[in-house]
């Protein structure tokens, strides 16, 4: 494994970060590879898998490992169902695409997610009605102490965009293991993507339709970051009391059930303050969805975390709303 100086670090915004030494981990091998190298130099270590779902300052501090361990293996299989572990560096959608193409169902609404399997648990990706956690039964790591363990889903802290692994840097995933069913059981609940099949000449949609159908929607909606450099969502839907959520709802916001509390759209908050589509030179909130920032040229990390704070602000001045950061600060 070659650690060098200077590391380029990718990321999908567009910026220019280099860390103080990186490499690549390709193998179970090269992690403790990196730990000793971590440790006898007395540096940080952070992972990243495609970058994503990162801020990134221009220079980073310590080791940063860009997690590429791939693998697709089958662990167990039954009529109705199969246990897979899969490699931290494999990308997500092609997980999603080589799962359909075997027969394995549930990912599907999850299809064309930017970023890696590693990186899935982290934030509990979630869109179009389900959560990653729903199929994960446990999650492969190596901890600070070298030591290799599996992390089950109950003990993952999975909730709305967010899991025990955001808190614990130490940790490096290695792999995750998924259930997936042999026995298609669409979810359709999530109201675009209902009236989305509703529209195929399909009785009864299959699960390749469903992902047909996310990929045409989320293509419809979302910049592609290779022409318009974003992280996907910047802020989080805030998660409110019922009665701040009446509250919204009295004012014309949508308001979803989320356990004893309510969800509210960042993005309809973003839309009403007024940044829809709005750009400040090369940092603008996109026009189809206000909730991602796009990076339109040389913008800087200063730029985008400056224009961020405004839109937060005024969220804040008009509705008494705070919106939080979706993707990782690093620095
Ligand atoms: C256009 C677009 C659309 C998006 N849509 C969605 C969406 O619908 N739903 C959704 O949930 N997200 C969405 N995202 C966000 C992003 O795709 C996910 O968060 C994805 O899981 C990030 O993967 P990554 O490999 O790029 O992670 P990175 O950005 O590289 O890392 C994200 C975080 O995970 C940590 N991490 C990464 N790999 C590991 C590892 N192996 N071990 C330990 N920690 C690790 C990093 O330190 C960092 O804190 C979108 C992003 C974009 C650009």
């Known amino acids: ?24 981990i390709e193998h179970l091998t090269d992690v403790v590879a990196a730990q000793d190298f971590s440790e006898k130099n007395n540096l940080s270590m952070t992972c990243l898998g495609s970058g994503s779902n990162v801020i990134l ?41 080589e799962s359909l193409k075997r027969g394995w169902f549930g990912l599907e609404n999850l299809a064309l997610i930017p970023g890696s399997v590693g ?18 039964v446990g999650v492969n790591i190596v901890d600070g102490f070298r030591d290799s363990r599996q992390i089950k889903r109950k003990d993952c802290q999975f909730v709305y965009r967010s899991s025990i692994f955001r808190s614990r840097p130490d940790w490096i ?21 209902e009236r989305a099949l509703k529209d195929l000449p399909a009785a009864e949609p299959s699960a390749q ?8 929607l989320r293509r419809r909606k979302l910049p592609d970051p290779a022409e318009f450099a974003n992280v996907g969502s910047f802020f989080k839907n805030p998660i409110v009391t019922i009665e701040v959520g009446s509250a919204m709802q ?39 969805q206000p909730l991602v920032i796009v990076n339109f040229g040389a913008a800087r990390c200063a730029d985008i975390l400056s224009f961020s704070k405004d839109v937060a602000n005024s969220v804040f ?4 709303i705070q919106l939080e950061l979706e993707p990782s600060l690093l620095s």
């Open 173 to 193: 995933i290695v792999s995750v293991v998924f259930r997936l069913s042999k026995l298609p059981a669409i979810e359709s609940s999530y109201p675009e993507l």
């Open 250 to 288: 009295n004012r014309g916001f949508k308001i979803f059930a989320h356990g004893q509390e309510y969800k509210l759209s960042a993005a309809q908050l973003i839309d009403y303050a007024g940044w829809k589509g709005v750009r400040h030179g090369d940092v603008g909130c996109w026009a189809q």
């Open 209 to 216: 339709n469903v992902a047909d159908c996310v990929i045409a």
């Open 119 to 136: 990186a899935a648990p982290v934030q509990n990706i979630g869109a179009y009605g389900v959560e990653v956690a729903q199929l994960i």
């Open 1 to 24: 494994m070659n650690i060098q100086r200077e590391y380029l670090l990718e990321n999908t915004f567009g910026l220019t970060s280099r860390a103080q030494w990186g490499c690549a």
């Open 57 to 97: 300052q221009p220079k980073l501090a310590g080791l940063v490992c860009s997690i590429r361990i791939q693998g697709i293996n089958v662990i167990e299989e039954s009529t109705d169902s199969v246990l897979v572990e899969v490699g931290a560096g494999v990308v997500w959608h092609t997980l999603v695409m």
């Open 317 to 320: 001045e008009q509705y008494q």
